[in-house]
């Protein structure tokens, strides 16, 4: 594989960065195919994947490292990864960083919800750890870094507790305590991400977008906002699991003798796809040179 470009990299070169976000190596390989230069993983969908598990707090740091050593592994484009709380205090939070500097990650979220009342995606955080605590675990992420060109971007999930003004107070400490970047989640009016996007302008401002809302923007519109990474959570999974709810259920119906099984669309290209995304060619290459 080549060597991985930073986050950092292309934050400054994209306008802006678009990722996806892959559940899984396989996702990730197509992500890469597709075209676009970096791939997210996060927690909501990895955990539905992997372990038919929701993103309340659940899962610890090993159950989601495994399945985030698959994704990195399986391709050369830059990872930003779900860093939820850090799964614990100061110690918990080098521990992570360390981790995920080994296996190659650029880029790790950190938020500040309180674990214990820790909601998925968007919902709105029920609780969120005091401003100092989660200015301790940056300073620590930080400095876990070591030499790694690893990104430490602040989740603050405060909006639905203390509001707009709110998140962007502990936004503005978190960055003076040494965050590359700020997110702020589940903020549904696009007036306020215009706010959020003018006072943040020129520093790594992500921001995560869900279909069917007012903040449903293009990426352009975003840029042009000053959000210069753009993240789209649910896009892939719940595609995946419309696909095979609809085809699980009309095999049931084809088991039962109630209908006939409709065909697959475009067999063919999904069927290039797959081999490309598992590097079919590749294998079948080393066969033959070894094999004669």
Known sequence: ????????????????????????????????????????????????????????????????????????????????????????????????????????????????????????????????????????????????????????????????????????????RYLQAGADGIFVPAVPHVHELAEIGRKFRGVHLLIAIFEGRKTWLSPAELYAMGFNHVVFPGVLISRVVHAVDTALRQLKDFAEGKAPMPPAADPDATRVALEEAVLFEKWKAIHRQFTG
Do not use: N, W
């Not at 892959?22 to 909501?44: C, E, M, N, W, Y």
């Not at 939070?93 to 500097?101: F, G, Q, R, S």
């Not at 938020?111 to 909601?119: C, F, I, L, N, P």
């Not at 639905?160 to 107070?169: H, K, M, N």
């Open 1 to 172: 594989m080549s060597q991985r470009k930073s986050i950092r990299q292309l934050v400054a070169e994209e306008r802006p960065l678009v990722q996806p976000l892959a559940h899984d190596a396989l996702t990730a390989r197509l992500i890469q195919r597709a075209g676009f230069k970096a791939i997210g993983v996060g927690g909501s969908s990895l955990l539905a994947a992997r372990y038919a598990l929701p993103d309340i707090g659940l899962a610890a740091l090993g159950e989601m490292a495994t399945g985030i050593a698959d994704i990195v592994a399986a391709t050369d484009l830059p990872v930003t990864v779900d860093g939820d709380d850090a799964y614990g205090d100061v110690k918990s939070v080098v521990h992570m960083t360390e981790l995920y500097a080994r296996m190659g990650v650029s880029g790790i979220v950190i938020e500040d919800q309180v674990r214990v009342s820790k909601q998925p995606g968007d919902a709105g955080a029920l609780a969120v750890v005091p401003v100092e605590i989660m200015v301790q675990k940056l300073r620590a992420a930080k400095a876990a870094c070591g030499g790694a060109d690893l990104q430490i971007v602040a989740r603050c999930d405060a909006y639905q507790l203390e509001g707009l003004q709110g998140a962007l107070r502990r936004a503005d």
